[in-house]
């Protein structure tokens, strides 16, 4: 079983519709859990992050984790063709020192939002 | 702004060739890696390094090898290629102090092994 399980998708909305991503995770030593999002022939950029468990809003953007479940979410409002791309979810067990800055990644999850 | 190149976008090789992927990064961060990404397997961690001349394997090291002779650069070796090893490498690093493990990352080299 792989540490964390993100579905691939591919996922395809229309412009306008909540969006809903997931990742499920084993290690319960994850403290830091990240989204990141990669458009087409670029790589990956750091869209948000939330520190433990709880919410965080920006804009359009909600990410949510539950430890208790080891389940954290990212959803999507008003979403827009430019969403058009691919999450990641990654997780570290602490930042920096002895990690090495190591982080755990999802599969990821293809998103395409059609007007 | 913290800027991660790789030295090509698309390379093509033959198997059994020797293969260096390079990786620059501007920002005097002390970790980089070097990771593949193949459709429904996401990020796989190929190697790291936390400082000049120090290096860690992740996890799938086999058929790969790593240089960093500077803190700026890291390179990737492949040093009998084979056509499982066609793929997208991406170059990352991160600063080591950082309250997150953020990882910058590059556009990525597209290999193909013939």
């Known amino acids: 079983q792989k540490e964390v399980e993100q579905d691939p998708g591919p996922l395809s909305v229309p412009e306008g519709a909540i969006v809903s991503l997931n990742c499920t995770y084993s290690?319960?030593?994850?403290?830091?859990f990240m989204w990141y999002r990669q458009y087409s022939r670029k790589g990956p950029e750091l869209l948000m992050y939330t520190y433990s468990s709880g919410n965080k809003e920006d804009g359009r953007f909600t990410a949510q984790v539950d430890k208790s479940s080891k389940y954290i979410s990212l959803f999507i409002r008003d979403s827009q063709p430019s969403d058009s791309a691919t999450y990641l979810c990654a997780m570290s067990a602490n930042a920096g020192g002895t990690s090495y800055g190591k982080l755990t990644f999802g599969q990821g999850t293809i998103l395409t939002v059609h007007p | 702004d913290v800027k991660v190149t790789q030295s090509s976008r698309y390379l093509v090789k033959r198997t059994g060739e020797k293969v260096f992927l390079e990786c620059v990064q501007d920002m005097d961060h002390e970790n980089m890696f070097w990771y593949r990404q193949d459709p429904g397997l996401g990020l796989r961690l190929i190697y790291f390094?936390?400082?000049?001349?120090?290096?860690e394997k992740g996890d799938i090291p086999e058929g790969y090898s790593v240089s960093r002779e500077k803190k700026e650069r890291f390179s990737l070796i492949l040093e009998s290629a084979s056509t499982n090893q066609t793929s997208m490498y991406l170059c990352?690093?991160?600063?080591?102090?950082?309250?997150?493990?953020?990882?910058?990352f590059g556009p990525g080299t597209r290999l193909t092994v013939t």
């Open positions: 390094s936390y400082d000049v001349k120090m290096k």
């Open positions: 290690n319960s030593a994850f403290q830091y």
């Open positions: 990352a690093s991160s600063l080591s102090s950082g309250p997150l493990n953020e990882q910058y």
